[in-house]
């Protein structure tokens, strides 16, 4: 039933579909821009102050406002939806449990960014920017998992 819905949506849903999809491809490409950014700077010391700055500062501006877009889209589409009360879909439940972890760890990583971005102004910090990108690589997978149930829609 589930690939039947899938087939022949309703066109109230394209918008918020799209937003869904757009924020979610933005999300997993500036996550991967920080993890990349932050692996640059531990692998060239001289270098780790200011591209750990770069990748800090992309939590906050470009990680977040995706994630945010991702959210909103998600929670609109399966409003449009109207799917049935007792409709409990394998693949919309990985879809949450990937965003909601995914919230709390970006929440961590925002937290440690803001800190390491203080700190990288005395001289410090690059530990943290570390802990941040490691952080944004875990992200990449879960959201990897949710991309595979979003498209395979598994029962």
Known sequence: MP???????PDSVNVPLFLHVLGAMLLVGSLAFVGIVILLGWRDPARAAPLTRLALRSLFFAVLPAYAVMRVG???????????????A????????????G?????????????GL????RGGGVGLGRAAGIISLVLIAAYVVAVWAMTAKPT
Do not use: F
């Open 3 to 9: 690939d039947v819905i899938a087939a022949i949506r």
């Open 74 to 88: 998600a929670q609109w589409t399966e409003a449009e939806q109207n799917y049935p009360e007792d409709y409990d």
């Open 90 to 101: 394998v693949w919309l439940g990985i879809g949450y449990i990937a965003a909601d972890l």
């Open 103 to 115: 919230a709390l760890l970006l929440l961590v990583s925002l937290v440690l960014a803001g800190i």
């Open 118 to 121: 203080r700190k990288l102004r």
